[in-house]
């Protein structure tokens, strides 16, 4: 598969454009193709261009407003809600970023609870930002129901994903962004896109049994929680403080079947942001330093976040990889 290079911002600028053109205001399509470049310039291939066909199915389908405009509710001093208005989830983050940083300054901590929304892209993007920041972040986002709880038959949980952010004085953040699922969603329809199977404990088949064929998985089947009842509980938490506490839809709540093309999660996220300046964590950064050199020294020399800053660094210097049969793709929607 022959494979190009594009210059970030010329990939950007391509995915604007792209947008523009199939429904979403001009704010939404600057936010949203900044999200889906910078996961292609990092490599995390599920949710770069990959996504775009999604994005453009489900706002054809009329499932999703890209025109909407966030509602953001100043609740209390530690609290900002955000109504996304049926719209996308990171134009509604934007909507409420001054606000929440406002809070966090002032308090120590603050959260972002935003409803109404749609999640369809990576988790770390969101949190990222706020750990350049020397501020300590932590999101949680819930989806639809593709995931079988331990010990249940059918699915209820979304992949429902959890993606932390911390300062590390003379690096970038330490950042990571998991399914509380086996496998990523996106991970799954790769696979089945390029005629993989995938290992056991991944997920199960339509009649809820164990398959390694992703195709299965996606065709009436379901996931699996990382670790057994582990995974099963985290996935669960993600669903109180993601829907419950922020107002949005349990990833069971919602139905698209009137929306043929609809791709995207009707749910909610969270956000908590923490200044750890305000306590005797104002050496943070530094103790995040030093607690990463204590695990090289037990032999992990990969932290979270390292292959996609290496990534990165090889995109900025290379341009962003993307396939010519994708480049060409996103051209001819413009069409």
Request: hydrophobic share 40%; charged share 20%.
């Amino acid at each position: 598969m022959s494979q190009e290079r594009i210059p970030f911002d010329e990939l950007v600028s391509l995915l604007t454009q792209v947008f523009r053109r199939h429904g979403t205001s001009e704010t939404a399509a600057d936010v949203l193709a900044r999200n889906c470049a910078s996961a292609q310039r990092d490599g995390s291939d599920s949710h770069g261009v990959f996504r775009m066909p999604g994005y453009l199915s489900t706002l054809a389908s009329g499932w999703v407003d890209g025109n909407a405009q966030p509602v953001v509710e100043d609740c209390a001093p530690g609290f900002v809600a955000v109504d996304a208005g049926n719209g996308f989830a990171q134009p509604a983050l934007e909507a409420g970023r001054e606000l929440l940083l406002e809070k966090v300054r002032q308090n120590g901590i603050a959260l972002m609870a935003i409803r109404n929304s749609h999640h369809f892209a990576a988790l770390w993007p969101d949190v990222e930002p706020f750990a350049r920041q020397g501020l300590v972040a932590l999101a949680l986002v819930n989806s639809m129901a593709c995931v079988v709880p331990a010990g249940g038959r059918k699915p209820l949980f979304g992949t429902n994903p959890i993606s932390f952010a911390a300062p590390r004085t003379g690096h970038d953040p330490l950042v990571f962004d998991l399914a509380t699922c086996a496998i990523a969603h996106g991970d799954v329809q790769i696979a089945a896109k390029e005629g993989k199977t995938l290992p056991e404990g991944y997920g199960v088949d339509a009649d809820g049994q164990p398959t390694c064929d992703p195709e299965k998985i996606l065709d009436g089947g379901a996931l699996l929680p990382f670790g057994g009842y582990k995974g099963s509980a985290l996935s669960m938490m993600v669903e109180l403080m993601a829907a419950a506490l922020t107002g949005g839809n349990f990833s069971f709540e919602f139905d698209w079947s009137g929306h043929p093309g609809a791709k995207t999660p009707w749910t909610g996220e969270l956000l908590i942001v923490i200044d750890p300046a305000r306590g005797a964590g104002s050496n943070f950064a530094d103790r995040t330093e030093t607690l990463v050199q204590a695990m090289v020294g037990v032999g992990q020399t990969r932290q979270p976040g390292d292959r996609r800053y290496r990534q990165r660094a090889e995109s900025q210097r290379l341009g962003v990889a993307i396939t010519a049969a994708d480049l060409a793709y996103l051209k001819g929607l413009l069409d």
